[in-house]
């Protein structure tokens, strides 16, 4: 909980946007719990693999959801439609390119 809202902060200072920020928190929330659902699903057991993987899980959900939020923020285009279609073009092609 002190982490996740450390990221909030972080990224409501970082995006320049308070609705943007919690957005962005929230989606790293789900993330992390998806992943602690499927590891729990799986029947994994708490070792030193799976408590790199809870930390690194996190630190990689700030860096897209940071880069695609500003990429959002920073169109020049009116309405959101618009804006969400050239962060696709724009950003979304640089960190998918990195998450692979």
């Known amino acids: 909980a002190l982490s996740l809202s450390f990221a ?3 990224l409501v200072l970082f995006i320049g ?6 957005y962005c928190a929230l989606v790293i929330l789900c993330i992390v719990v998806a992943v602690l659902g499927i590891m ?4 994994w057991k708490l070792g030193i693999l799976e408590a790199i993987i809870l930390v690194m899980v996190p630190g990689l ?12 923020r920073a169109s020049i285009h009116p309405s959101r439609r ?3 279609r050239d962060m696709l073009t724009t950003v979304a092609v640089s960190v998918l390119s990195g998450a692979v």
């Open 8 to 10: 909030a902060v972080v």
């Open 17 to 22: 946007n308070i609705l943007l920020g919690l």
């Open 40 to 43: 729990v699903m799986m029947g």
């Open 61 to 72: 959900s700030v860096d897209y959801c940071a880069h695609l939020a500003e990429g959002y």
């Open 82 to 84: 618009s804006r969400v």
